[in-house]
């Protein structure tokens, strides 16, 4: 598709970009001062709204100062939008630990509070402002400052380590090392001058290799090795980790870093996650057990003896079990998926549910000439924005997510989100055509992209946009990933790009099966890996083997025994980022599993997404995430969809 007017791009320098930043951080410090010189005597609307005022001075930037700094073509914009995203970062800690600001906020008599969002802003500010320490005498205070400082430190380095601490496989045989796997891997790995193929221990060499190789020592070997990678380095910065995240927890009160860091999540705490975990891995243990039966099984066609299941041989048999059982090759269904017919479809979809129209703006100004812009029209009236950056380029973000703009209020901003993808480009001829799971992908970024629009209409700043609990956050991405594997929808908008005809109900249902494959043993993984991390962080680290620990739950949940001498803990990098919380994702998806019942199998019922938008999407940050629920389900959520997806 071609633009019909010129794209007006962006003209500002990286200059200009850092002093606009710098300046809105200048306006945002006069709202503080501002909030401090209020009278004792301000209304306590009055008092919220000046709070509030500074986190609207700051959104007029600060989305962009993130997007720009993953997306912006001019590599001195992005420098100096990362330059920004430091001074924000130590403005927004200075500000967390500023005891007038926190004592002007204590002073307000709750009790007199009738407004719910104006008493919830207060409370949940009372108890950011509690968790970051504010209240702790001054010693503790310095600690804490120089606490965070290290673990910001500890925390890079963790994950430089996993960047840079990977190493070459080295293969002898040359390409017949390369046996099974497809022909464009192949031809990225030529052989070198001594007659050896070369592969790294990244994702993209990685999950191919241990997939289709057929070599069975080479996958062994490989297997190791990638299971050592930032090792032996990462074990001392972990265990630093996870030593200054236990003090830094336990000198704000709580028992270990577990119990703070769910404490502001639905959680709540370290224990409520454990349970989480433990009740997953026993609604998937029947399935999981079944699925380990049939991989012996197909183990047995070669080696009628076997016993044992090993770590390296899951990945290819499972694809074999796929390949032979449900006859699916997920190359086959490219040709429905060309990149505008999925996006045209998938945003078609949208407007069907929700009732809104997107209406593709040609003047508003962006960063790329690619980047295609779409206003939501509802009422006649515009009332948010989507820019969607789709196609890699060079010095540009490298997976999928959705990027707040700016973040909108009811008597503020429309909402402004971006969506940053990687999807392949239609270009001279070549239409551009997607993998299923990309085009899930699609589903999922879009489900967060509406959350966002669709909850900026808030009173306050604070509680719009995705301001909701982490483990919350996943659900309406997973939630609308559904819509991607019922045949019906793909229907409307997946068209073979050469005879026009649209993809057959029978393929779209060998490629759920073929997916659905596996799903028991891949919630046991999950379920594993979050036990892992929530075991390291529930309780004082000193003197804890991290691998003796993992040997532990290995051979308490998986199937495979443990390969010794091998540390995967080393370059597990959620045990940074996510710390105890891997479990998340599995407890949006519960949620969302629960939600979708609620569609009963009606996905174009848009008299409950409505009601979904209404109740769920629409309300941000502004009530618990398990109110929203309740109120969306008319009952707390439950693990029964869940159950019934997962015994399917
Ligand atoms: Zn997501």
Redesign the pocket.
């Known amino acids: 598709m071609t633009n019909q007017t010129a794209p007006s791009l962006s003209s500002q320098t990286g200059e200009e970009f850092l002093a606009e930043g710098r300046a809105a951080i200048t306006a945002a410090r006069a709202d503080v001062a501002t909030f401090k010189a209020l009278p004792a005597d301000t209304s306590s609307s009055d008092v919220a709204e000046a709070l509030d005022q500074i986190g609207r001075t700051l959104n007029e930037v600060s989305g962009r100062i993130h997007l720009y700094s993953q997306v912006h073509p001019d590599a001195k914009v992005r420098e100096s939008a990362e330059e920004l995203e430091r001074e924000l970062s130590a403005f927004g800690t200075e500000l967390s630990l500023d005891r007038e600001i926190f004592d002007r906020i204590a002073a307000v008599d709750l009790d007199a509070i009738t407004d719910e969002q104006e008493k919830r802003l207060f409370v949940t500010s009372l108890r950011d402002y509690r968790r970051s320490g504010v209240d702790q005498d001054e010693a503790t205070r310095a600690r804490i400052t120089a606490l965070k400082s290290e673990l910001t430190e500890i925390g890079q380095e963790f994950d430089r380590n996993i960047i840079t601490g990977g190493s070459e496989f080295v293969i002898e045989d040359g390409l017949e090392g390369l046996a099974g796997l497809p022909e464009d891997y192949k031809a990225a790995h030529q052989p070198g001058e001594d007659g050896a193929v070369r592969i790294s221990t990244d994702a993209q060499d990685r999950m191919p290799f241990m997939t289709f190789a057929e070599r069975d020592d080479l996958r062994k070997a490989y297997h190791k090795l990638c299971n050592n990678r930032a090792c032996p380095d990462n074990l001392g910065v972990l265990q630093t980790l996870l030593e200054k995240r236990h003090e830094l927890a336990t000198l704000l009160g709580y028992a270990n870093w577990a119990d703070y860091v769910t404490e502001d999540k639905m959680a709540k705490s370290g224990a409520n996650a454990r349970s989480f975990i433990e009740r997953v891995l026993e609604l998937s243990d029947k399935r999981s057990l079944a699925e380990n039966d049939e991989l012996l099984a197909e183990k047995r066609q070669d080696d009628p003896n076997a016993t044992v299941l090993y770590e390296h041989e899951r990945a290819f048999l499972a694809e074999r079990v796929r390949r032979r059982k449900y006859d699916f090759d997920s190359q086959s269904v490219r040709p429905y998926f060309a990149y505008p017919k999925v996006r045209d479809g998938i945003l078609a979809t949208a407007s069907k549910l929700y009732g809104v129209d997107f209406v593709r703006n040609d003047d508003v100004e962006r960063w790329h000439e690619d980047v295609e812009v779409f206003d939501v029209v509802e009422d006649g009236q515009v009332s948010a924005r989507m820019f969607l950056d789709m196609h890699p380029r060079a010095g540009k973000f490298k997976h999928a997510a959705m990027f707040n703009k700016k973040t909108g209020r009811r008597d503020g901003p429309i909402p402004e989100g971006t969506l940053v993808c990687n999807f392949p480009q239609p270009k001279d001829g070549d239409p551009g055509l997607l993998l299923h799971d990309q085009v899930t992908t699609y589903f999922?970024e879009v489900g967060?992209l509406l959350h966002y629009l669709f909850s900026g209409k808030q009173k306050y700043q604070q509680f719009g946009g995705i301001a909701t609990e982490w483990d919350f956050v996943?659900v309406p991405?997973q939630l609308f990933e559904e819509w991607a594997w019922d045949p019906t929808i793909l229907a409307t908008f997946a068209t073979h790009h050469e005879t026009g005809e649209p993809i057959p109900a029978e393929l779209v249902e060998r490629m759920r099966r073929a997916e659905e494959y596996g799903k028991g043993l891949q919630a046991r993984g999950q379920m594993f890996y979050a036990l892992l991390a929530l075991t390291y962080y529930e309780s004082d680290p000193t003197g804890l083997d991290t691998t003796e620990r993992l040997i532990e739950l290995k051979n308490k949940i998986m199937l495979s025994p443990h390969v010794e001498d091998t540390h995967m803990q080393a370059s597990f990098g959620h045990l940074h980022g996510y710390s105890a919380m891997y479990y998340t994702y599995m407890w949006s998806l519960v949620i969302s599993k629960d939600f979708f019942s609620r569609f009963n199998g009606d996905l174009m019922n848009s008299e409950t997404a409505r009601e979904y938008r209404a109740k769920v999407t629409g309300r941000g940050g502004e009530r618990d995430a398990a109110d929203l629920c309740r109120d969306f389900l008319g009952r707390d959520y439950d693990f029964t969809a869940f159950e019934a997806w997962l015994n399917a």
Do not use: I
């Open positions: 999922h967060h996943e991405s």
